[in-house]
């Protein structure tokens, strides 16, 4: 079964700048993957940043953006505020329409 | 504004089969670039895609609960179901149920406030 890795957790200091990666076990992540970054704040619902690695929804705040870099999906906050804390998941999707998260990175503002 | 809401019983015994509904208003379950997705998260822990499905009735397993579970959808009342069967203290979870939109991409959109289930005697 494939794996997909994020760090299990970052810290980063308020108006500073962090990159999560999101690699699989099956090799180099593509765009045919269609990445996909979640934010989940405790007790509410995952909600979608970034789709298809680098797409925004109309709701994604500009500080954030996806990227395709070096094999790996990846997700930087720019000018990361204090309500930025949170995990964040990301998505990877095989063969077709199956889906495998990543097991989370619990990013720390501080 | 597209609106989805999990519903079903907070409380299910051991080998017993787990039953929600995805009621979804605000939006058409028959829509040709959406298909409908079930994930769960058990208490502190990570999400787990569990399936998704076509209002056509096309379905699309997680390998790992494929022997278990089963996705219907009812188009009639833009409701989607999961079923899971014979389940252990392993499956509480908290339930969610999402868009996927497909059109050119693939992206869990809208999500469910999600529902707990607990699995105990």
């Known amino acids: 079964q494939t794996v997909v890795t994020q760090e299990p957790s970052l810290t980063v200091s308020p108006g500073g700048t962090v990159t999560l990666t999101c690699a699989s076990s099956?090799?180099?992540?593509?765009?045919?993957?269609?990445p996909n970054w979640f934010q989940q704040k405790p007790g509410q619902a995952p909600r979608s940043l970034i789709y298809?690695?680098?797409n925004k929804h109309s709701w994604t705040p500009a500080r954030f953006s996806g990227s395709l870099l070096g094999g790996k999906a990846t997700l930087t906050l720019s000018g990361v505020q204090p309500e930025d804390e949170a995990d964040y998941y990301c998505?990877?999707?095989?063969?077709?329409?199956?889906?495998?998260f990543g097991g989370g990175t619990k990013l720390t503002v501080l | 504004q597209l609106q989805l809401q999990e519903s079903g019983p907070g409380l299910v015994k051991p080998s017993e089969t787990l039953s929600l509904t995805c009621t979804v208003s605000?939006?058409?379950?028959?829509?040709?670039?959406?298909?409908w997705g079930w994930i769960r998260q058990p208490p502190g822990k990570g999400l787990e895609w569990i399936g998704n499905?076509?209002?056509?009735?096309?379905?699309y397993y997680n390998p790992s609960l494929k022997s278990r579970v089963i996705i219907s959808v009812d188009t009639s009342k833009n409701q989607f179901s999961l079923k899971v069967s014979s389940v252990t203290a392993a499956d509480t979870a908290v339930y969610y149920c999402?868009?996927?939109?497909?059109?050119?991409?693939?992206?869990?959109?809208?999500w469910g406030q999600g529902t707990l289930v607990t699995v105990s005697s």
């Open positions: 999402a868009r996927l939109a497909a059109g050119g991409t693939l992206n869990f959109d809208y």
């Open positions: 605000g939006g058409s379950i028959s829509s040709s670039t959406h298909y």
């Open positions: 298809s690695a680098s």
């Open positions: 998505l990877l999707f095989f063969g077709g329409i199956q889906g495998v």
């Open positions: 499905i076509y209002y056509s009735g096309s379905t």
């Open positions: 099956t090799g180099a992540v593509t765009s045919g993957s269609y």
